[in-house]
């Protein structure tokens, strides 16, 4: 079936010393940052959010390694039907969504509720890693070769805008976009496409919900409404700004503590580590993220598999968004739209989705010189 | 394998540029928090010290006031009020039955209640009665365990020990009103009071005090959290009266069921020793509230407790005008001691006919015995020789037309007319008949007690300038008191005609003499005409006043001094329909002047 291009068969012990554990300790730092937070953010207590993050955590962690220590040929082998099961996934969510009481997204599996949306992020990138794996650069560069990924991208997205989760949408398609440049999309399809968004972005503005329309125009203007939709970004600036450089001491942020806050333990969790911890705090935070970021293109460097690098790029992209978007909604920089600071951020589904990530990208790792071959795309 | 190749490298550089475009992505983030927390950091703490600090202001306690002989006046007491604090009880509606077997509420207040618990977050104190008592706090304590969530507050009210005695003078409080609002933070606190009326209104600067703060953290609901900074206020200055209480309450209660004013001075410094407006109110009631009822019926009573007849009204001063006219005439030197005018009753001036009180006449009198039997005569021949201008020059001199710049909004200053007063307010000439009636006190001239009281003790004093003080003068503040050109002698002359009014046989206020080891009293009676008698009711016989109805009967007047050898206190009297200056408003004055000279203060 394969082609005989690799060299030899990574035993389980290898491939567990073969882990990057540079990597996996950053991500322990930033969830034990991340515990500290939600000890402090329910008033310094273990109960309600630490301890069950703290659970999650080692759930996840131990899926993280298993995932990483499965033999990599079987992703590729299945990447085209992990698409589809999530899809079809997403598609019974959608319409039981609609059948069922209100308007649940996602399935429960107790500790953790499954969202096929978050799914959907990592086998994505999984299918088009796969699908430009077995293209050839002509391909790859003719309009007919990208017409499949196109609609394989944006079939899940419009599903998701329906749930309705913008942000989540908006990331799958960045994701897309960002493979798309990376496997070698010219640039001027790139400039079509944002010409075309601007001519039809103000016809995608009359399909947004009113909350919609109010977090981009709050996010333009927070004074706009500070009782309503302004409130949060105004509140989350003035609990950053008022912890300055060393911040206010844990357990004494006064914008959390006093519930001036909103979201504390989700989405403005960086806010609240921010106030407590100052200038210092924020900027270990995020240079821990831009450490596994860089981790990320190291192993995306060294593997050897373009299949390999495309499933390390996109799963990094794909983290980056989360890390980027949640810091810069919280300073300010972008829309409220509701991303959570992954391994901080109260959660068990971003906690799941981060750490499988996590663990595919190990794998790719500990994998980096099996040869997958090139495989043509009528070999499944 | 060469497009391979080539796919490899388009993949690796492309990745390159995308990988240094999100590390710089994510090292922006950190500008931008270097931005929020250290170059607008101050701007963000003040706006978190904004959010988690609630001032509030604290009420100072106002400053006391006391009498001469420090006795209080005004005080603050403790005010109870019980409040319920929805959030600490399980069951208010157990809680308010049991509130209610202690402490009886009517239905609207409960409605009320019931609606503010509603109305407001659980944890927001609502008002379940103010003004407990003693018992009823103590009540509630002992019972506290049966009531969850019910406290008991504690603020100030104002309380007025001598009620009806002191409130013309030293006014009330009550609620700030939307014009008196200005930047003083302590104005806009629920419940505080100023000064309405009287010295407490005068004096508000002084009596205020200084706010306290309270600075506590709140949390976004406004739940207080904790007690960040008390600081008190600091009370209001103290302020210690010239009134006596005693003769306050003797010279109050001397006018009986009758309506008028009264105030007596100190006649060497002009420090007022009693101030008397009747009928008076009870200041306390507006202090917890008065009632609507309470409130109409002052407003209503034909006998207007509410306005203060020492000051903010004026009257006609008759015959106590007198002692100004016989003074002006002798400092003119168109009269001496001995010159005399024959009275027949009647005096005739062109057309008009001009009557003595006395019909039958008083035959020829000198100045002295003019003011001890009040004739009209002698005043309208000693006016007319004067002149109306010379009149009102010596009655600004003694203190008439002037407010004293005492600070009272609802003082008036009197009318001392004159030929200029005449054409400027009323557009026409002075007519000789009007100086004729200006003789005895009638006409245009119009005086407040505190003007009659003022010019009795400039002149029984010797002729100095004083004025009506309510807080006691330095040494050295008396000894600047002026000396108005008027000469010793003729002082001597009107106050030995002031002695026989009272002292002499025939005297028109004999009834009212005393003898308080030695100490007797000088003064002059004045009855003034409320209403017109026509030609015909003068033809068929004047209606007597007893027969009329209270509010057209005769003002009643009285200025009168003791001891007369050595003059130490003034009185001005008046009597609102009183028919009869001798015979009501001298005995009052009689009573007045004997306790402070009992007194002796």
């Known amino acids: ?380 | 394998m060469n497009r391979d190749n080539d796919k490899g490298k388009l993949l690796l550089n492309r990745t390159f540029v995308f990988a240094c475009f999100s590390v710089v992505l994510l090292l922006s983030l950190i500008g931008r928090l270097y931005y929020l927390q250290v170059v607008e950091g101050e701007k963000y703490k003040t706006l978190s010290d904004e959010n988690r600090i609630s001032t509030r202001v604290l009420i100072p306690p106002r400053g006391r006031v006391y009498d001469r002989n420090g006795e209080l006046l005004a005080f603050n007491d403790q005010n109870f009020q019980a409040l319920i604090i929805a959030e600490q009880t399980p069951d208010i509606d157990k809680t308010l039955e049991s509130f209610k077997k202690l402490v009886p509420l009517t239905e609207k207040e409960e409605m009320k209640i019931r609606r503010d618990i509603k109305n407001n977050r659980r944890f927001v104190p609502v008002k379940l009665k103010e003004n407990l008592s003693w018992d009823e706090v103590s009540l509630l304590q002992l019972y506290a365990p049966d009531l969850p969530g019910i406290v008991i507050d504690e603020g100030l009210n104002r309380v007025y020990p001598m009620g009806i005695y002191t409130a013309h003078f030293l006014g009330y409080v009550g609620a700030v009103n939307q014009a008196e609002m200005n930047d003083d933070p302590l104005l806009s606190v629920p419940g505080f009071k100023i000064g309405k009326s009287g010295l407490e209104k005068l004096w508000e600067k002084d009596l205020r005090g200084h706010s306290g703060n309270l600075k506590l953290e709140v949390n976004a609901y406004g739940r207080v959290m904790k007690e960040i900074e008390h600081e008190n206020g600091i009370e209001g200055k103290a302020m210690h009266l010239t009134i006596d209480s005693r003769l306050q309450k003797v010279a109050q209660d001397a006018f009986g069921q009758e309506s008028g004013g009264a105030v007596v001075l100190d006649v060497h410094s002009g420090e007022i020793l009693a101030f008397v407006s009747v009928p008076s109110f009870d200041p306390n009631l507006f202090t917890t509230g008065i009632s609507y009822k309470d409130w109409n019926d002052l407003l209503q009573n034909e006998r207007k407790p509410m306005t203060n007849k020492v000051i903010s009204e004026h009257y006609s001063p008759g015959s106590t005008f007198k002692v100004v006219v016989a003074l002006a005439a002798l400092e003119a030197g168109v009269i001496d001691e001995n010159t005399r005018f024959g009275c027949s009753g009647v005096m005739s001036l062109g057309n008009h006919k001009f009557h003595c009180w006395k019909h039958s006449g008083h035959g020829p009198l000198n100045v002295v015995g003019a003011l001890k039997n009040s004739c009209d005569i002698f005043f309208y021949e000693v006016a007319l020789k004067l002149g109306i201008n010379k009149i009102a020059e010596m009655a600004r001199l003694l203190g008439f037309g002037s407010d004293f710049h005492l600070g009272f909004d609802n003082m008036q200053k009197g009318i001392v007319p004159d030929k200029e007063w005449k054409e400027k307010y009323l557009k026409s000439k002075w007519q000789q008949g009007e100086t004729v009636i200006a003789g005895i006190g009638q006409g245009y001239v119009l005086v407040t007690p505190l003007q009659l009281v003022t010019m009795l003790s400039r002149v029984v004093n010797g002729g100095y300038a004083v004025v009506p003080q309510f807080t006691k003068l330095s040494l050295k503040e008396k000894s600047k008191i002026k000396k108005l050109p008027i000469s010793d002698k003729n002082i001597e002359i009107v106050k030995k005609g002031m002695y026989e009014v009272v002292n002499g046989e025939g005297g028109t206020a004999r009834r009212a003499y005393f003898n308080v080891n030695g100490a007797k009293m000088g003064g002059k009676t004045g009855t003034t005409q409320v209403r017109r008698i026509s030609m015909k009711e003068r033809q068929t016989g004047i209606i007597k006043d007893e027969n009329l109805e209270w509010r057209l009967r005769n003002h009643a007047l009285f200025i009168g001094y003791a001891p007369h050898d050595n003059p130490k206190y003034a009185v001005a009297v008046v009597v609102e329909h009183g028919s009869s200056g001798s015979g009501v408003a001298a005995p009052i004055a009689s009573k007045i002047l004997k306790t402070a000279v009992e007194l002796g203060l």
């Open chain 1, 1 to 380: 079936m394969y082609e005989s291009g690799f060299n030899k068969n990574l035993s389980l012990k290898e491939k567990f010393f073969g882990l990057n554990w540079g990597y996996i300790l950053c991500i322990v730092i930033l969830t034990a940052i991340g515990l500290l937070a939600l000890y402090s953010a329910a008033g310094g207590s273990m109960t309600p959010w630490a301890k069950n993050q703290l659970i999650r955590f080692v759930v996840s962690f131990f899926l993280m390694l298993f995932l990483a220590l499965v033999d990599v040929r079987v992703y590729l082998k299945y990447s085209y039907l992990a698409y589809f099961v999530v899809l079809l996934l997403l598609i019974a969510v959608e319409v039981f969504g609609h059948i069922g009481m209100g308007a649940q997204r996602w399935i429960d599996l107790k500790l953790f509720k499954l969202q096929p949306s978050e799914l959907m992020k990592i086998s994505m990138v999984l299918f088009l890693a796969k699908y430009f794996h077995s293209s050839t650069l002509g391909q790859i560069e003719s309009i007919k070769g990208l017409i499949a990924p196109v609609l394989m991208a944006l079939f899940p997205a419009a599903l998701i805008v329906l749930q309705p989760d913008l942000g989540t949408a908006l990331m799958l398609l960045f994701t897309t976009m960002v493979i798309f440049y990376c496997v070698g999309v010219q640039m001027w399809k790139f400039y079509v496409l944002g010409g075309g968004a601007l001519v039809f972005a103000p016809i995608a503005w009359h399909f947004l919900h009113d909350y919609q329309k109010n977090r981009v125009l709050t996010f333009l203007n927070p004074e706009r409404d500070p009782l309503g939709s302004g409130y949060h970004i105004i509140q989350s600036k003035i609990a950053l700004g008022s912890g300055g450089v060393f911040g206010k001491g844990f357990l004494n942020g006064t914008q959390s503590h006093l519930n001036f806050l909103p979201e504390k333990h989700t989405d403005f969790i960086f806010t609240m580590l921010s106030e407590e911890f100052g200038l210092i705090g924020g900027t270990i935070v995020i240079l821990l993220n831009l450490i596994i970021l860089i981790y990320g293109y190291l192993f995306a460097y060294r593997i050897t598999s373009y299949y390999g690098k495309l499933v390390v790029i996109g799963l990094n992209t794909n983290y980056f968004m989360y890390v980027f978007i949640n810091i810069a909604m919280v300073l300010g920089l972008l829309p409220v739209v509701g991303i959570p600071l992954p391994l901080i951020s109260y959660g068990g589904t971003v906690m799941l989705s981060v750490m499988a990530s996590f663990g595919i990208i190990l794998c790719m790792d500990i994998n980096r010189n099996v040869n997958l071959g090139r495989q043509s795309f009528h070999d499944e």
